[in-house]
């Protein structure tokens, strides 16, 4: 699988690169919004990694300019966020959007490898 990490945060970065290498899976990293956006723009990955809070662009930022672009849907984009949003109409809004999941930060490794498996299941099964 082909897996996009976008954080501002080195030790995310280097928590989910253990993860998903250790699985066997091409990871690419983007260090803030606007190298993921780009990368999001000429590429398709079969799971994006999204940090919701970054300085300059952030993940809701990045959402919107990949709505926009009519590219949302063909990413499975799962958000980061350190603030749990709880907020039924902030998610249901954002899975409108075409976000696939929402996961909360500190990131569980249990979490990540359940995540990274389902989709492994879903991309074998297309």
């Not at 897996?3 to 690419?28: Q, Y």
Request: charged share 30%; glycine share 6%; hydrophobic share 40%.
């Amino acid at each position: 699988m082909r897996v996009l990490a976008v954080d501002d945060n080195e030790d995310i970065l280097n928590l989910i690169s253990l993860i998903v290498e250790s699985m066997g899976h091409t990871l690419e990293l983007a260090h803030d919004g606007h190298q993921g956006l780009e990368l999001l723009r000429s590429k398709e990955y079969d799971l994006v990694f999204l940090d919701m809070s970054m300085p300059n662009l952030t993940g809701l930022e990045v959402i919107d300019a990949l709505v926009q672009d009519g590219i949302i849907k063909k990413q499975r984009v799962t958000l980061f966020t350190a603030s749990y949003l709880g907020v039924e109409d902030i998610e249901s809004n954002l899975r409108k959007k075409g976000v696939y999941s929402i996961l909360p930060k500190p990131a569980d490794i249990d979490q990540i490898t359940d995540l990274l498996e389902k989709v492994e299941s879903e991309v074998k099964s297309a």
